[in-house]
């Protein structure tokens, strides 16, 4: 069946040190893969997301690039920020080939950051 | 409405007894997911309602777990006999289609139940 793994945390990062969370999947068809972000105290938001092979998500700094040939989608950030302390979330989800989407979202089991100014 | 809702926010409940757990999706989103969060065990795919297709029940632990969407909107999930293995966070989240194609899926703040 279609799974994610991703690095356990919890990670401790001074700020402004470059951070790679690694995820990888499997998945028997074309996937969506998405990194969900859920800050303290708040709920899970959308932080970038690819949709095909060789895409690369974008947003607040942090990529992400969907790589077939090594089922991965690591999430890296250049130079974090106290602000970016929260616990993050690798997904996928499956797709037809013809389009159209599958189901549900498969979630990682996250990965706590903590940054220290 | 603005997000997706969930009530109660929290919800402490005794052996044995049954709860229920509220949804309230944003306005034409047609995919609604329940998920549960324990500690240290990630997100939990429970359910999943695409429009008027039958839903996605593979993810239910056992047959104390059940949920309805009435009218293609609200849903509520139901734990009956609830026991002390089912304390966790609840989250629902719904999106336009299916989490498949481009489409977000936006998360409700959860509902923590403890069962004591």
């Known amino acids: 069946g279609n799974s994610v793994t991703q690095m356990e945390g919890p990670v401790t990062l001074s700020e402004e040190a470059f951070l790679t969370i690694n995820c990888t999947y499997t998945?028997?068809?074309?996937?969506?893969l998405f990194w969900y972000v859920q800050y303290p105290g708040e709920g899970l938001q959308l932080l970038l997301k690819a949709t095909k092979a060789d895409d690369k998500g974008s947003n607040k700094g942090f990529e992400a690039t969907y790589r077939k040939e090594t089922t991965s989608f690591h999430l890296e950030k250049g130079s974090v920020q106290v602000s970016d302390s929260a616990v993050y979330f690798c997904a996928l989800s499956e797709r037809s080939r013809y389009g159209g989407s599958q189901g549900n979202l498969i979630f990682g089991k996250g990965t706590k950051l903590s940054v220290k100014p | 409405g603005a997000g997706v809702s969930q009530s109660p926010s929290n919800k402490v409940t005794e052996k044995g007894k049954d709860v229920e757990l509220r949804c309230d999706p944003i306005s034409g989103h047609t995919a609604l997911y329940w998920y549960r969060q324990s500690l240290g065990q990630g997100l939990e795919f429970l359910i999943y309602?695409?429009?008027?297709?039958?839903?996605?029940k593979s993810g239910l632990p056992s047959d104390r777990f059940s949920a309805e969407r009435t009218g293609g909107s609200v849903s509520t999930l139901t734990i009956q006999r609830t026991q002390q293995e089912d304390s966790a966070v609840y989250l629902c989240?719904?999106?336009?289609?299916?989490?498949?194609?481009?489409?977000?899926?936006?998360f409700g703040q959860g509902t923590r139940l403890t069962v004591v």
């Open positions: 989240a719904s999106s336009l289609g299916g989490a498949g194609m481009n489409t977000e899926a936006f």
């Open positions: 309602f695409q429009g008027n297709s039958a839903p996605d």
């Open positions: 998945a028997t068809g074309y996937p969506s």
